[in-house]
């Protein structure tokens, strides 16, 4: 499996899947599939990666490609651009323009309308939930009915954090407390980020979200994982209005 389809209700003009590691022409400890930049990979294979996904999976542009820094800024992209954006959610109204977000155990968050007008991909790590990207992603589809897609990332049996981490749901919800279950060490939490994703949207009047349960951490063979390997290549996932 080189690429992973989402089971989600999205109109049929939006098309969205999320890439592994496998295939590809990147060599350990990068090997496969890897569409990272900026992880020390040799630049040539990773763009040989991304063409060749581009290629086989029937992109109509090359992915817009941004520079995560687990902030909370989304940006309208309206046309194909090969400069990488400063941003950690990327959406647009404009046919034919692929938004991405790349993981290595973060949460990929795709979202669209229902009338399949407008798309977004976003990427979430823990600082990025507990501080609002996906909300602010979801200004940009204000008073829409919305269906939302939540990608490979660290599952619940592998993502162990501190308290810091339960403390910032916790301060945006009372019920975050339910993500997290107590670890084997005092004050460690393993926290599962598909259920905070969940009860954020839930906050929001949104009950359409639908994931695929892979692990990151758990299913080397399939994806790259930073908090397994440390120096590791990059999948991603992207979504994209289709032209009539």
Known sequence: MSWIIPRWPAPVSVKAL???????????????????????????????NR??????????????????????????????????????????????????????????????NTQGTKVAAVHAGWRGLSAGIVEQAL?????????????????????????????AFSAHDDHAHLAFKPAHQTGKWWADMNHLTRLRLRQLGIDAVFDNGLCTYQQADQFYSYRRDGVTGRQASFIWIEAN
């Open 18 to 48: 999320s890439s592994t590691r496998v295939g590809g022409f990147s060599l350990p400890p990068y090997d496969g599939l890897n569409v990272g930049m900026h992880v020390g990979d040799d630049p040539h294979r990773v763009e040989r």
């Open 51 to 112: 063409h060749w996904l581009q290629q086989q999976a029937g992109m109509p542009s090359a992915p817009i490609w941004l520079n995560q820094t687990h902030s909370t800024v989304v940006v309208e992209v309206d046309a194909p651009t090969a400069q990488v954006l400063d941003a950690d959610g990327v959406w647009t109204q404009a046919p034919n323009v692929v938004c991405s977000a790349m993981t290595a155990d973060c949460l990929p968050v795709l979202i669209a």
């Open 139 to 167: 200004t940009q589809f204000a008073n829409d009915d919305v269906v939302v897609w939540l990608g490979p990332a660290i599952g619940p049996q592998a993502f162990e954090v501190g308290d810091d981490v339960l403390a």
